[in-house]
């Protein structure tokens, strides 16, 4: 079982930057891919972006591509989305999510994420 954990959102004016943090228990952290999703009002759940178990590889929607970037610690069991040149259309309930898939990038499907966090809200004012 694995907990996570959100930290990090909150409002910000268009333009700017936010860091969102994911820490998750458990000793196995490094085994799995970790992703990051947001849900805006009034519409589905969507992929953000994801990085492999080592932080080798990463993956990006196209919406984020250029102004987000996805890092980890494995030695603090933590995930974090460095959000640059925020925009309005960003603001959304952002979510982390773990995945024990090895196929890559499995884990940009939500059905293939394994445990999910509460969720941050991230609000970006014009």
């Known amino acids: 079982q694995v907990q996570l954990g959100h930290s990090g959102g909150g409002l910000v004016q268009v333009g700017g930057s936010l860091r969102l943090s994911c820490a998750a228990s458990g000793r196995t952290f490094s085994t799995y891919a970790m992703g990051w999703f947001r849900q805006a009002a009034g519409k589905e759940r969507e992929f953000v972006a994801a990085?492999?178990?080592?932080?080798?590889?990463?993956y990006y929607a196209a919406s984020v591509r250029g102004r987000f970037s996805i890092s980890r610690d494995n030695a603090k069991n933590t995930v974090f989305l460095q959000m640059n040149s925020l925009k309005p259309e960003d603001t959304a309930v952002y979510y982390c999510?773990?995945?024990?898939?090895?196929?890559?990038?499995?884990?940009?499907?939500?059905?293939?994420?394994?445990?999910w966090g509460q969720g941050t809200q991230v609000t970006v004012s014009s």
């Open positions: 990085i492999s178990g080592t932080g080798g590889r990463a």
């Open positions: 999510a773990a995945s024990s898939r090895t196929s890559w990038p499995t884990i940009i499907v939500e059905s293939q994420c394994d445990y």
